[in-house]
């Protein structure tokens, strides 16, 4: 079965401080894509970032960044310096082939980021 | 990607009334889901509309309650029947351009059943 996990539910830091959010998955598939999504106050959804099993090169864009190791099933991703503006509920998230055998995103329970200023 | 909208963004439904939920997109698109996001929970996927032919559900969601319609490549519409206080979420639409594709989403409804 597939299956996401973040076991942080909340995280609080303090503006500046660098942040690592958890994503651990699942699934027997060997071909595979993983997400981070951000979920800002306002609901919307927004894509952050997608990596394909077959490429576990760690990703930098500006202050993100995530580190993909297959050998945990973990795919983490690390805020630098952050800001007031990364607080918000951030989801990773799997695809695997659902019902219709279309994609079927798997979200994890997604980890609450508070920045304070 | 692709700019989507929703409509109603949020309304206030009546226990036992019908609320439908419209997602436009401004592209054609091949995959259009709807997902569902019950208060701070995360997000499950209710069904895929398929365009011209029936929408494929997930265990646990049926069409009786969650009919779907998708008449063309860049409009689909999720009606929620018979509503009840467990049916207040967030629906969310999202396109995508094939199995393996990154799925952008739409800005969601907001719906609360009384």
């Known amino acids: 079965a597939q299956k996401v996990t973040q076991a942080q539910t909340e995280i609080s830091v303090v503006e500046k401080e660098d942040v690592t959010l958890d994503c651990v998955y699942e699934t027997r598939d060997t071909t595979y894509y993983l997400f981070w999504y951000k979920q800002p106050p306002s609901g919307e959804l927004v894509f952050l970032i997608r990596r394909n099993s077959f490429d576990e090169q760690n990703e930098i864009s500006g202050r993100y960044s995530w580190n993909f190791q297959k050998s945990t099933s973990s795919f983490n991703f690390t805020i630098t310096a952050s800001q007031v503006v990364d607080s918000a509920v951030y989801f990773c998230a799997l695809i695997c082939r659902g019902s219709s055998n279309t994609g079927k995103l798997i979200f994890g329970q997604g980890t609450t980021l508070q920045v304070k200023p | 990607s692709a700019v989507i909208s929703q409509k109603p963004s949020r309304d206030i439904c009546q226990r036992g009334t019908s609320l439908t939920i419209q997602c436009q997109v401004d592209?054609?698109?091949?995959?259009m889901f709807w997902y569902r996001q019950q208060p701070g929970q995360s997000l499950t996927l209710i069904a895929t509309?398929?365009?011209?032919?029936?929408?494929?559900?997930e265990s646990g969601f049926v069409i009786d309650k969650f009919p779907i319609s998708r008449p063309n490549l860049t409009f689909s519409t999720l009606t929620v029947s018979n509503m009840s206080p467990e049916d207040s979420s967030i629906y969310l639409c999202s396109v995508g351009g094939g199995v393996w594709d990154t799925q952008y989403f739409g800005p969601g409804t907001r719906l609360t059943v009384l």
């Open positions: 592209s054609q698109v091949t995959m």
């Open positions: 509309a398929n365009q011209g032919s029936e929408a494929t559900y």
